[in-house]
């Protein structure tokens, strides 16, 4: 594995991570275009840790909200003079702390019990392409979500675990996260806006828990110390013109504008298969 290598891997992490069309299955038909016989775990995690710094400055401002709301509501939980209720309306964010813990918990399930199973997948371009296929489609059928439905701007209980499932099912190769988790919380009511941001923020603890999970130091002479690095650079600056592509995307309802292509490019990995 070479820098140059690695700062394609990187750009192509960094676009398809957080454009609805799925990075690991882009990875895994690249990696088997540039002669990657198999994939590398390590470098994907050094990809993915680019675009968690990504979402960790394009949502600062959220997350700044949630630490001060959090400690607020727990000055405030106690207080017998306001009703639990209310003590919620105040504190939205720190409820959407609540929400992404409870999601994160099928999401890590399906991680533990699956992920074995599906990394075998990696490395096969035939089966991505089917998958990216599913995509598309989930993709496009967010074109018919009438717009008066996704009025909700509370995430709740029964929402937290679907989109958290969406987002464990995603562990496939070719099944895109941001699709299927923005897409889940579309079809469970959300305004676009707040399915946006929790999909991307309920992806924080996913993505952190599969790097410890995975990371191993001594893995890193594999790829070298120079392109692992470079892969984190890389994908984090593409990464932040992704997510902003994205999130005006779903503000605007046009998510289902990447089918088409998901489409084409599971019909071309199928054939280069």
């Not at 939205?92 to 409870?102: D, G, R, S």
């Not at 707040?194 to 991307?200: D, N």
Request: glycine content about 10%; overall charge positive.
């Amino acid at each position: 594995m070479d820098v140059e290598q690695t700062i394609f891997l990187g750009i192509i992490q960094g676009l398809t991570e957080f454009l609805p069309v799925s990075s690991s299955g882009h990875l895994v038909i690249f990696q088997h275009l540039i002669g990657l016989k198999n994939p590398e775990l390590l470098l994907d995690i050094s990809l993915h840790v680019g675009t968690l710094l990504a979402v960790l400055i394009f949502f600062l401002a959220d997350i700044k909200m949630i630490i001060l709301e959090s400690i607020g509501f727990g000055k405030n939980l106690f207080q017998k003079e306001k009703k639990a209720g209310s003590k919620i309306q105040q504190f939205p964010h720190a409820m959407l702390v609540a929400w992404i813990i409870i999601g994160t918990i099928p999401t890590a399930l399906i991680g533990i019990f699956f992920s074995s199973f599906f990394q075998k997948m990696f490395g096969s371009p035939f089966f991505v392409g089917f998958m990216l296929i599913v995509t598309g489609a989930i993709l496009g059928a967010s074109r018919f979500i009438p717009g008066h439905f996704t009025k909700k701007s509370y995430v709740g209980l029964m929402v937290s675990i679907v989109v958290g499932v969406a987002q464990g099912a995603a562990i496939i190769p070719g099944i895109s996260r941001s699709g299927a988790t923005i897409v889940c919380g579309l079809f469970c009511g959300l305004n676009r806006e707040l399915a946006g941001r929790f999909s991307f923020l309920l992806s924080i603890p996913a993505i952190i828990g599969a790097t410890i999970f995975k990371f191993d130091m001594t893995e890193i002479t594999e790829i070298g110390f120079m392109p692992f690095f470079a892969g984190i650079f890389v994908s984090f600056l593409v990464g932040l013109i992704a997510l902003k592509i994205t999130m005006n995307m779903v503000k605007k309802g046009n998510l289902f504008y990447f089918a088409p292509y998901c489409l084409l490019a599971g019909i071309v990995a199928i054939i280069i298969a």
